[in-house]
């Protein structure tokens, strides 16, 4: 009897030692302050919820906001600025709210964390392509919502494996299709072929759409329209490197970041080429069209001033006079495309389209200064420099 009571005492002193006291905190928690917790709910020590909860507005990144705290302790905590949901690292920002009454999710593993208005459904993304030890065994990853309908999830590492999409943690509801990257998920369909890497997942509530896409990586700044605006988003056809061209910069300062969310950013003082590092500080970008590429696994970005490119360069052009008081003669050998007509900043004053060899670029409006000509011919382009007295 002594050997079993032990035996009970034990077990109970294990399982609280394993069981993690998982909690928000925050001047926009439901305690409303930074030192008081609000403890969340766990049946696996995973992931952690509370339902019906209310939250107030973060205003201030600084003091305002929430975080997940471990233990009633900062010594383990977690944040993010992503809002409704994202991936919280250990000391990351406060969690920028916005309030409103929301069932919320935290995953302790991997950090992913939703706020889902209440009443809405959760889907959550389940199977071992999620969790590749404990498979459908182990909990899915939540997605974000707003609406109800179309639900996001960005920066989660799938490996490669199955998957289904899971509502409210039923095992008898799940959605499905054999397509990938794309497809339309059916009530009971066949499991999802994920792909390992990283994606940016949404899925339709409605019609069942989703789409696993590579996550997108924009630029914003002062140099195109403002740090507040819709980023510039690159393009890019394996998830690693980015690129744009031709893009239009002013003098000012720009930035790269994921997904349209300041949670992954990078900046640096160098330019035009550089690396950029995690809330690095802003890349400040003189005037000019760029040709511009971002490597998302190291940082790695260059600003090529188009009018610097020398590839596919023409030959036999001739531009006379030059200089000029009132136009240009432009000839080349074979037929001329177009020619655009761009200041020193980068900007394209003008635009033609001669369709022949022979062009007169009439220069009497123009201020005096210096300009350049980009003349295109077929996949062939050159620049060159024009004076207007």
């Not at 990351?92 to 809405?120: E, L, Q, W």
């Not at 799938?158 to 409210?168: C, E, L, M, Q, V």
């Not at 690396?275 to 069209?289: E, H, M």
């Not at 040709?291 to 596919?312: A, P």
Request: net charge negative; with cysteine.
């Amino acid at each position: 009897m002594k050997k079993q009571l032990l035996l009970l005492i034990l077990c109970l002193s294990t399982q609280l030692n394993y069981s993690q006291v998982i909690s928000m905190i925050g001047s926009t928690s439901p305690s409303g302050n930074w030192t008081v917790d609000t403890d969340m709910n766990t049946t696996d020590n995973i992931t952690y919820t509370l339902n019906n909860v209310t939250i107030t507005t973060a205003t201030d990144p600084g003091t305002t906001g929430l975080k997940f705290r471990q233990a009633h302790d900062w010594t383990v905590n977690w944040g993010s600025a992503n809002f409704p949901s994202g991936t919280a690292t250990q000391g990351g920002a406060n969690i920028m709210t916005t309030a409103g009454t929301y069932d919320i999710t935290f995953n302790r593993v991997n950090g992913t964390y939703t706020f889902i208005p209440s009443g809405f459904p959760t889907i959550g993304i389940w199977g071992p392509a999620v969790d590749s030890q404990n498979g459908f065994v182990g909990p899915d990853v939540k997605m974000g919502t707003t609406d109800g309908i179309i639900y996001t999830l960005s920066g989660f590492y799938f490996s490669s494996g199955t998957a289904y999409f899971r509502f409210n943690n039923d095992n008898f509801n799940t959605w499905g299709s054999v397509a990938f990257p794309t497809g339309t998920a059916v009530q009971g369909g066949p499991t999802i072929q994920v792909t390992g890497g990283e994606w940016f997942v949404t899925f339709n509530r409605n019609t069942g759409a989703y789409s696993f896409a590579y996550p997108s990586v924009g630029i914003l700044g002062t140099a195109l329209n403002g740090f507040t605006v819709a980023d510039t988003d690159l393009s890019t056809s394996d998830g690693f490197s980015y690129s744009i061209s031709n893009l239009v910069l002013t003098d000012g300062l720009v930035k790269f970041r994921k997904d349209n969310s300041w949670d992954v950013n990078w900046g640096a003082v160098d330019f035009p080429t550089g690396t950029g590092t995690q809330n690095g500080p802003d890349i400040p970008v003189t005037a000019g069209t760029y040709n511009i590429t971002f490597d998302k696994s190291n940082g790695n970005y260059t600003f090529t001033n188009t009018l610097s490119i020398t590839e596919n360069a023409i030959t036999n052009v001739k531009i006379y006079p030059n200089p000029t008081n009132s136009f240009w003669n432009i000839s080349h050998t074979t037929t001329i495309d177009s020619i655009e007509l761009i200041d020193v900043t980068g900007k394209m004053l003008q635009r033609f389209t001669p369709n022949a060899s022979q062009f007169q670029l009439d220069g009497a409006a123009f201020s005096q200064g210096v300009y350049f000509v980009k003349i295109t011919s077929g996949l062939d382009f050159a620049v060159q420099k024009i004076i207007k007295n």
